[in-house]
């Protein structure tokens, strides 16, 4: 199995900048694609980017241009954001899938308010 972790959220202003951090553990040499998703209260989970082994990237378009996810390894994966705006605010989880099988961190809060 593959363990997350993320850490990182917080309170900033609008157009300013966060880093957040997912530690990875387990069963690492499993992972196919690692990623970040975000959830606001009574909306459906939202995926915002995927990076794969190569290092080949995906972003959703709301945050093209303003996120950027890199990674060394699977150990640990960044998502830095910047130029955010109020509609970022959620909390953000770290995914990992494995064949086809999601594993979840518990997610941090980002709230971007003035």
């Known amino acids: 199995q593959v363990q997350l972790v993320e850490s990182g959220g917080g309170l900033v202003q609008p157009g300013g900048s966060l880093r957040l951090s997912c530690a990875a553990s387990?069963?690492?040499?499993?992972?196919?694609?690692m990623g970040w998703y975000r959830q606001s209260p009574g909306k459906e989970r939202e995926w915002v980017v995927t990076?794969?082994?190569?290092?080949?990237t995906n972003y959703a378009d709301s945050v093209k241009g303003r996120f950027t996810i890199s990674k060394v390894d699977w150990k640990t994966v960044y998502l830095q954001m910047n130029s955010l705006k109020p509609e970022d605010t959620a909390v953000y989880f770290c995914?990992?899938?494995?064949?086809?099988?999601?594993?979840w961190g518990q997610g941090t809060q980002v709230t971007v308010s003035s």
């Open positions: 387990g069963s690492i040499f499993r992972i196919n694609t």
């Open positions: 990076i794969m082994n190569s290092g080949t």
């Open positions: 995914n990992a899938k494995v064949q086809g099988k999601n594993y």
